[in-house]
């Protein structure tokens, strides 16, 4: 019954009523700016290009005022993003004023992850704002919007054509957020090697498949202009900070010995034509399409990948609490078959280094065997050499006796022979006084 009254008031007409009198609600257009002014905005960009390309120069030029910005180095190891946020006022309009500066982009031999902190940053934006918009109890409406609205890309001018880095960035990025492409630094090339560099650079950006952001030409308001401006795409720009009297005023200029490039003259340069694109005619739409096109992008998503999605004519009605009961439940089963795995995981390890731990037992018993094997072998091997050494010191003293008896014995012999030879000596000294006594006796 409730789908047939559905169909009966899909199927009826608008009526077109005419009023008596002055109502009021032609108003509201006055409501929204006065809320709207009353609020503030914010303006959120995204400056990527090379180190010492002149990204900080331009944003000085563009505001006309002076960010404070630490000098980056050429010596930086990986590419890391520096935002500041500025508070801005303009009459009445206060603008709340976020640069994003790629720190070290370019500055590395190997140059092929220069991209991803900055996809990395973009997303973060873009999930701070989700996470907000998913809050039981949101405060959009004073949150501040990080979001990046718009992306100046700084091409280098190298009169021939885009590097390798610059399209697979861009390439990367034309997705996540509208790319303004801008060569920076257009005073160093000459006029007709300019418009052949842009040429160049729309011809690679549409053969490479870049989208770029193009200005909408659907406001009548604006599309003489903006098919215009799209025409001069990319933008040669020059900045300075720097005050130059050429004639009778002062002028923002580059001062060089053989003249000056007038920042805000459009023959110089497009600095007058990106800043009336950027600030002046299209900051809402590239606010607009921030959200309608990268963030809803972003968010379908992660809504999709978080089990939500869109009901059809044909399905049945979307239901969030069945939707989340029916997460929670295949949550809660991939939870549980995570901790089967992690249990028999670590049973299996366990079994592992059970076994490895009795396979270094064993081997430690072995070990230990052989040791000891060797230990009583070489015992053994010890006292044989001991009892042959008592042996050989047994033997030895007996033949010490033995030499020192023989010794004794030689000793006393030679003692005793020299009494004997005195006797005899004694006896024959006594012979010649007998035989002179017996001779005497004979003569007489």
């Not at 609020?39 to 331009?58: A, D, P, R, Y």
């Not at 969030?320 to 995570?338: D, H, I, V």
Request: charged residues 30%; hydrophobic residues 35%; contains cysteine.
């Amino acid at each position: 019954m409730a789908a047939d009254h559905k169909d009966v008031f899909a199927s009826e007409e608008k009526r077109n009523l005419e009023l008596g009198g002055h109502v009021g609600f032609d108003s509201l257009p006055d409501q929204l700016v006065s809320k709207s002014v009353a609020q503030g905005f914010s303006f959120n960009i995204l400056c990527v290009g090379e180190t010492g390309i002149g990204k900080s120069t331009l944003m000085n030029t563009l505001f006309n005022t002076t960010f404070e910005n630490e000098e980056a180095s050429h010596y930086e190891s990986e590419v890391h993003l520096r935002s500041q946020t500025y508070e801005l006022q303009e009459s009445n309009v206060n603008l709340k004023l976020t640069v994003v500066h790629t720190v070290g982009f370019g500055d590395q031999i190997n140059k092929e992850e220069s991209h991803k902190p900055i996809l990395e940053y973009i997303d973060a934006q873009f999930e701070k704002y989700l996470e907000e918009e998913l809050r039981i109890k949101r405060s959009l409406f004073n949150c501040h919007d990080t979001r990046i609205h718009t992306c100046l890309y700084f091409i280098a001018p190298t009169g021939h054509s885009l590097k390798s880095l610059d399209l697979v960035t861009m390439k990367k990025l034309d997705s996540k957020v509208n790319i303004i492409p801008v060569i920076a630094k257009a005073d160093t090339v000459s006029k007709i090697e300019l418009d052949k560099l842009k040429i160049k650079i729309m011809s690679e950006l549409v053969s490479n498949g870049v989208q770029i952001y193009q200005f909408p030409t659907e406001d009548e308001a604006v599309a003489e202009i903006n098919s215009s401006m799209n025409t001069h795409l990319p933008f040669a720009v020059v900045g300075s900070v720097e005050d130059v009297k050429v004639g009778n005023k002062m002028v923002k200029a580059r001062l060089y010995p053989w003249g000056s490039v007038q920042v805000e003259n459009e023959n110089h340069c497009d600095f007058v034509k990106l800043r009336e694109m950027l600030l002046r005619v299209n900051m809402e739409d590239l606010r607009e399409q921030t959200h309608a096109r990268h963030y809803e992008l972003y968010r379908r998503c992660k809504l999709e990948e978080m089990g939500f999605k869109d009901t059809n004519p044909d399905s049945q009605s979307f239901s969030l609490q069945q939707t989340y009961e029916a997460k929670r439940k295949e949550f809660l089963l991939e939870l549980q078959r995570k901790e089967e795995e992690m249990r028999q995981m670590f049973v299996n390890k366990v079994k592992e280094t059970e076994a490895e731990l009795k396979e270094k037992e064993k081997e430690l018993h072995e070990r230990f065997e052989q040791l000891k094997r060797m230990h009583q072998d070489e015992k053994k091997n010890l006292e044989e050499k001991r009892r042959e050494l008592e042996e050989e010191m047994n033997a030895f003293n007996r033949r010490k006796v033995a030499a020192e008896t023989l010794m004794g014995q030689a000793l006393q012999g030679c003692s005793q022979q020299p009494f004997k030879k005195d006797k005899d000596k004694k006896n024959f000294f006594s012979l010649p006084s007998a035989c002179s006594l017996t001779s005497g006796r004979n003569l007489n």
